[in-house]
């Protein structure tokens, strides 16, 4: 199975602030890699997909990159509606398999 | 505009058994591979299973192979998971999830049922 390890596993930053959260897969995954935001008592929301491509709708300070095992999701400015929980996700093979999270909170 | 609409969850005894179904709108099932994605409370997210657009052969998590079916009516524009043998390890909400025609990265999500096993 392919395991997704995400970093940091929580964080806190004001608002302004930039984030960079990371996605590392246990062997390669081409760009077959989605983020996702989660917010408390709501169903997960698309930000990035193929690695890189931003869902429709999905404010421009999100970006995503990377390929191969190593990947990034970048919030340039970040907002009050942006604190929540983010997930990743390899659809390289199955088991489709989700890094365990990261939580960003309001320092 | 793409909706899933989950339902079917509840409370149920560990052995027993129980049928999601997600309604689906805004789109044509029969194009689409679909999957299940579980949350567990206060948990992270886990893939139950995911199948095909044309109803081809099926994927399932170890966790829940030979006790859950995933399955499709295309001209009811749903899709089902069947489950039995339930653990109390399979409480969790139980997402639908819409991928895209050509790989399996979730595109939508339903809003979720809730499934308690419990004695």
């Known amino acids: 199975d392919i395991q997704m390890t995400q970093s940091p596993s929580s964080l806190s930053a004001s608002v302004g602030d930039r984030v960079t959260i990371t996605c590392r897969a246990s062997?390669?995954?081409?760009?077959?890699l989605a983020w996702y935001q989660q917010k408390p008592g709501k169903a997960p929301k698309l930000l990035i997909y193929t690695a890189s491509t931003l869902q429709s709708g999905v404010p421009s300070r999100f970006s995503g990159s990377g390929s191969g095992t190593d990947f990034t999701l970048t919030i340039s400015s970040l907002q009050p509606e942006d604190f929540a929980t983010y997930y990743c996700?390899?659809?390289?093979?199955?088991?489709?398999?989700f890094g365990g999270g990261t939580k960003v909170d309001i320092k | 505009e793409v909706q899933l609409l989950d339902s079917g969850g509840g409370l149920v005894q560990p052995g027993g058994s129980l049928r999601l179904s997600c309604v689906a709108s805004?789109?044509?099932?029969?194009?689409?591979?679909m999957s299940w994605v579980r949350q567990a409370p206060g948990k992270g997210l886990e893939w139950v299973s995911s199948?095909?657009?044309?109803?081809?052969?099926?994927y399932y998590a170890d966790s829940v192979k030979g006790r859950f079916t995933i399955s499709r009516d295309n001209s009811r524009s749903t899709l089902y998971l069947q489950m039995s043998s339930l653990r109390v390890e399979d409480t969790a909400i139980y997402y639908c999830a819409k991928a895209h025609v050509s790989d399996w990265l979730v595109r939508d999500w339903g809003q979720g049922t809730l499934v308690t096993v419990s004695s």
């Open positions: 199948i095909t657009g044309g109803g081809g052969a099926p």
């Open positions: 062997q390669g995954i081409s760009t077959w």
């Open positions: 805004g789109f044509t099932l029969s194009s689409y591979a």
């Open positions: 996700q390899q659809a390289n093979r199955f088991p489709l398999t």
